[in-house]
């Protein structure tokens, strides 16, 4: 029987991240990555995906953003596979198409051990002090390399960056939810393993 919650610590010369996951938990959160919207998606993606989820982060952004947002996807992507285990029972897949307002997602899960992502998403590229909307596809590629999931993407609307994104990790969170959910007793492919 797979653990269903976990912690990961990481840590390297550019960043540090612990992360504490439970699949089944009741949209807890506790984030703290230094990036306060980036804070904000977080939340929103255990809040909607109804996971326990508990980061703290930080890292060189001195430089810029790019080597923590990538490790905060490596250690979330590490806690998701961590918590899956041997994967009996699990739905496998999940999708969700997510409004916010004028913005609308679609999100596709297989929980496949092929790591793939393709991600469709474009932002307007005003610029903004605060956060760097290209870093989310970064983010995304790095959770996919650790949890080795096929994850798909797509932006079907959308005008405003904070809301696309918002529509995106809400999206995540209700799609992963359904792909982790226990549906049954065995492995859910007809190789018997994934
Ligand atoms: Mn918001």
Same mark, same amino acid.
């Given at each position: 029987?797979?653990?269903?919650?976990?912690?990961?610590?990481?840590?390297?010369?550019?960043?540090?991240?612990?992360?504490?996951?439970?699949?089944?938990?009741?949209?807890?959160?506790?984030?703290?990555?230094?990036?306060?919207?980036?804070?904000?998606?977080?939340?929103?993606?255990?809040?909607?995906?109804?996971?326990?989820?508990?980061?703290?982060?930080?890292?060189?952004?001195?430089?810029?953003? %790019? =080597?923590?947002? &990538?490790?905060?996807?490596?250690?979330? #992507?590490? *806690?998701?596979?961590?918590?899956?285990?041997? $994967?009996?029972?699990?739905?496998?897949?999940?999708?969700?198409?997510?409004?916010?307002?004028?913005?609308?997602?679609?999100?596709?899960?297989?929980?496949?051990?092929?790591?793939?992502?393709?991600?469709?998403?474009?932002?307007?590229?005003?610029?903004?002090?605060?956060?760097?909307?290209?870093?989310?596809?970064?983010?995304?590629?790095?959770?996919?390399?650790?949890?080795?999931?096929?994850?798909?993407?797509?932006?079907?609307?959308?005008?405003?960056? %904070? =809301?696309?994104? &918002?529509?995106?990790?809400?999206?995540? #969170?209700? *799609?992963?939810?359904?792909?982790?959910?226990? $549906?049954?007793?065995?492995?859910?492919?007809?190789?018997?393993?994934?």
């Amino acid at each position: 029987m797979a653990m269903r919650k976990t912690n990961i610590s990481r840590k390297t010369k550019e960043t540090k991240v612990s992360v504490y996951l439970n699949l089944d938990g009741k949209g807890k959160y506790d984030i703290k990555t230094t990036l306060p919207f980036f804070d904000h998606m977080l939340s929103a993606f255990a809040k909607h995906g109804l996971f326990d989820l508990k980061i703290v982060a930080r890292g060189d952004r001195e430089i810029d953003d %790019h =080597h923590l947002l &990538e490790d905060i996807g490596l250690s979330l #992507g590490m *806690a998701v596979r961590k918590c899956l285990g041997n $994967k009996k029972g699990i739905g496998r897949y999940g999708n969700f198409l997510m409004p916010m307002d004028e913005a609308l997602s679609y999100v596709v899960i297989d929980i496949s051990d092929r790591p793939h992502l393709k991600y469709n998403v474009r932002f307007n590229k005003t610029y903004d002090e605060k956060f760097n909307f290209d870093l989310i596809e970064d983010f995304f590629q790095a959770l996919v390399a650790e949890s080795k999931i096929t994850l798909h993407i797509a932006m079907k609307s959308g005008r405003n960056n %904070h =809301h696309i994104a &918002e529509a995106v990790f809400k999206g995540f #969170g209700k *799609a992963l939810s359904m792909a982790v959910a226990i $549906k049954g007793k065995g492995v859910p492919s007809t190789k018997g393993k994934l």
